[in-house]
């Protein structure tokens, strides 16, 4: 790791909190985190960009944090780490990836226990991602998410546990990489495609994600449908939906508002042509639903809002 300027941006979260009598909230900022990092030959410019649990991040936040990490890079920061609370700690990270020319490395992190709790684990994801942010080969890969010494790509990271320290894995491909000694090492190359939008703008469009289940009918999306822009569903398997749902999603299309079929599994991609009937994705997709191919509702949902706002289509978004 090298010498350089690493700017903080502070969101929020767990990793910021402090405790009262109704229990912890995000309340300390960025000069308050750079401080518990000492010992490494770098330059940290902290910086506040929201104080809130990660449960109250909006798009707007996001979009906002975007604009944020780009302003650090035009100022000439080499790196750029986000630390953030972890609930949605994934989607901003794929917002950033949707918004941002990552031409040095952006790392985002955060903490599964509060500062004042044994065992805190903030102070070392930090110190991991501003040692990451200092490694520029990473800057390749588009934002990443260092916790817990691990290097996971935005569009793969997901927050498999809810309290584990552990909490974050890429059940597809696994870490890219790993931290040993404020030193990055490299396990595998860079993303084959980037998920960065050809086109931004803020978002302003309303896009919701509707849970496939055994029995579900189509009520749920018939309630909603004029209030949307578009719509995820979060099939299941490699995107079957059952037949009354699949009819419901259908008329929404045919209403001229695109509905992208993702999995409600972890791990997987949706299929095309494997299987056929009533709700199969061979049906599905020939009625003009758009696969996700193998990205999460929660990322799908964000890649139709952000793409939209910047008036792609979801053809041209997957």
């Given at each position: ?18 405790p009262d009598e109704g229990g912890a909230a995000a309340r300390h900022g960025a000069g308050d985190l750079a401080g518990t990092v000492g010992g490494l030959p770098v330059a940290v410019r902290p910086r506040d960009v929201r104080t809130v649990s990660s449960r109250a991040v909006t798009l707007d936040d996001m979009w906002a944090l975007a604009a944020a990490v780009r ?248």
């Amino acid at each position: 790791m090298s010498n350089g300027t690493v700017s903080l941006l502070a969101m929020g979260g767990t990793v910021a909190a402090a405790p009262d009598e109704g229990g912890a909230a995000a309340r300390h900022g960025a000069g308050d985190l750079a401080g518990t990092v000492g010992g490494l030959p770098v330059a940290v410019r902290p910086r506040d960009v929201r104080t809130v649990s990660s449960r109250a991040v909006t798009l707007d936040d996001m979009w906002a944090l975007a604009a944020a990490v780009r302003e650090e890079i035009e100022g000439g920061a080499e790196g750029v780490v986000v630390t953030h609370g972890t609930d949605t700690l994934e989607e901003t990270a794929y917002a950033l990836a949707m918004l941002v020319d990552t031409v040095v490395p952006v790392v985002v992190t955060g903490a599964m226990r509060a500062p004042h709790l044994p065992g805190a684990d903030g102070p070392a994801n930090i110190r991991a991602a501003i040692s990451a942010a200092l490694h520029a080969p990473l800057a390749r890969y588009g934002p990443v998410v260092v916790f817990q010494d691990e290097i996971h790509v935005a569009r793969l990271v997901t927050k498999h546990h809810s309290t584990r320290i552990a909490a974050f894995a890429s059940p597809s491909a696994g870490p890219v990489g790993f931290l040993a000694e404020d030193e990055v090492e490299l396990l595998l190359g860079p993303p084959p495609v980037t998920d960065r939008l050809p086109a931004t703008a803020p978002p302003d469009r309303r896009v919701e994600i509707v849970p496939a289940m055994a029995g579900a009918d189509g009520r749920l999306v018939d309630a909603i449908a004029a209030e949307v822009d578009a719509l995820v569903v979060a099939g299941t398997g490699a995107g079957h939906l059952p037949p009354p749902l699949a009819d419901a999603l259908v008329r929404v299309v045919r209403g001229d508002r695109p509905v992208v079929l993702a999995s409600r599994c972890e791990d997987g991609p949706i299929l095309r042509r494997t299987y056929r009937g009533h709700g199969s994705e061979t049906q599905l997709l020939a009625d003009g639903l758009v696969a996700s191919r193998t990205l999460s509702p929660l990322k799908a949902r964000l890649r139709l809002v952000f793409g939209l706002s910047a008036g792609l289509t979801a053809r041209q978004l997957f």
